[in-house]
Antibody, heavy 125, light 106 residues
Framework: QLQLQESGPGLVKPSETLSLTCTVSGGSISSSSYYWGWIRQPPGKGLEWIGSIYYSGSTYYNPSLKSRVTISVDTSKNQCSLKLSSVTAADTAVYYC?????????????????WGQGTLVTVSS | SYELTQPPSVSVSPGQTASITCSGDKLGDKYACWYQQKSGQSPVLVIYQDSRRPSGIPERFSGSNSGNTATLTISGTQAMDEADYYCQAWDSSTAVFGTGTKVTVL
């Protein structure tokens, strides 16, 4: 059974960089069939896609966050990572990693079928 | 940027039908999917590619998508269906989530 587990600091200071890791177990992050995405949810609010990465390193980012986001992959550790720079209180959220199918150059029609449990990151001094 | 709009809340009596709409420009030209999120839990996919159900999702969940609106229908709603529901689609290789609908089973 595929499992995704997010990990990282639960508290980050304003203006610093948020760093999270998603560890995949029960499957390979190097599968040609899937992308690995990051999604966040501020407390009491809705879901926001941050970006997705393929095992080759190919990425798609949410244009609204693109200037501050870096997603990377480490196939040897079966992990992908998220870095979000210059954080503010507005970046306080539960951060999820999730899988979606690789459907080609233009991403359309795919869906997030496996999700991690999420990790709460609070931005505060 | 592309937006998907849902009603904030829907109330339904046990055993009745709940319909949740998701509106977006020419949404019917894209595939829509739906997630259920119970309190304190991660989202769960309940409908993908407009109307297909993943394995393990009850038949009472169904979906449709046409024009500017996708609809999630829960037939014979049960107390366990009380949750937040989010639609999602892709636009220009960007995943967009709907604003979310809280379904209350009265």
């Amino acid at each position: 059974q595929l499992q995704l587990q997010e990990s990282g600091p639960g508290l980050v200071k304003p203006s610093e960089t948020l760093s999270l890791t998603c560890t995949v177990s029960g499957g390979s992050i190097s599968s040609s069939s899937y992308y690995w995405g990051w999604i966040r949810q501020p407390p009491g609010k809705g879901l926001e896609w941050i970006g997705s990465i393929y095992y080759s390193g190919s990425t798609y980012y949410n244009p609204s966050l693109k200037s501050r986001v870096t997603i990377s992959v480490d196939t040897s550790k079966n992990q992908c990572s998220l870095k979000l720079s210059s954080v503010t209180a507005a970046d306080t959220a539960v951060y999820y990693c999730a899988r979606h199918e690789n459907v080609g150059v233009v991403v359309a029609g795919t869906y997030f079928d496996y999700w991690g449990q999420g990790t709460l990151v609070t931005v505060s001094s | 940027s592309y937006e998907l709009t849902q009603p904030p809340s829907v109330s339904v009596s046990p055993g009745q039908t709940a319909s949740i709409t998701c509106s977006g420009d020419k949404l019917g030209d894209k595939y829509a999917c739906w997630y259920q999120q119970k309190s304190g839990q991660s989202p769960v996919l309940v409908i993908y590619q407009d109307s297909r159900r993943p394995s393990g999702i009850p038949e009472r969940f169904s979906g449709s998508n046409s024009g500017n609106t996708a609809t999630l229908t829960i037939s014979g709603t049960q107390a366990m269906d009380e949750a937040d529901y989010y639609c999602q689609a892709w636009d220009s290789s960007t995943a967009v989530f709907g604003t979310g609908t809280k379904v209350t089973v009265l």
